[in-house]
């Protein structure tokens, strides 16, 4: 994807995940790669507007997420993506928002993510709301299994 498309399609997403943000008592985010939807903007949008926002580390085979005050606390951590310092142990509730990293998507809440499992075990005993976020690129037929969990939104550029 060309840097121009894949910042309008950046901005898209952004502003359709504003209104679940602001509706949330604390967000549950990860830190993007380059060839991802960029999610540094929403952390900081967060960060700027007191809403708690708490980024992954990632265990053996499970998920853990910390609070974070500032992005610029992240460092590379398993698999080379930026995690939070393990400090401020965050914890979901009905309020919690989760944004949830995918290679693809449908429109049923339904993704394809890197293989391990990580989301799907996490996502088995959240609480909250969870959303995909996914160019409309990559939006297609997702083969289910038994253990794939559904997220409650899936936002794309439009």
Known sequence: MDAAKKAA???????????????AGNVFCYASTEIE?????????????????????????????YYIDNINELKKGRYNIDEPPIS??????????????????????????YGKGYYDRFLKSFKGKSVIICYKDFLCEI??????????FTVFDE
């Open 37 to 65: 939807v960029d999610t540094r903007r929403i952390i900081e949008y967060c960060l700027s507007n007191n809403i708690p926002v708490a980024l992954p580390v990632s265990g053996e085979s499970e998920l853990s997420f």
């Open 143 to 152: 083969p289910k299994e038994s253990h794939d969990m559904q997220t409650t």
């Open 88 to 113: 401020r142990p965050a914890y979901d509730g009905e309020k919690t928002l989760c944004i949830v990293p995918a290679l693809c998507a449908d429109k049923n809440g339904y993704r394809l993510g």
């Open 9 to 23: 399609a950046d901005e898209s997403i952004f502003r359709q995940l504003v209104p679940l943000v602001n509706s």
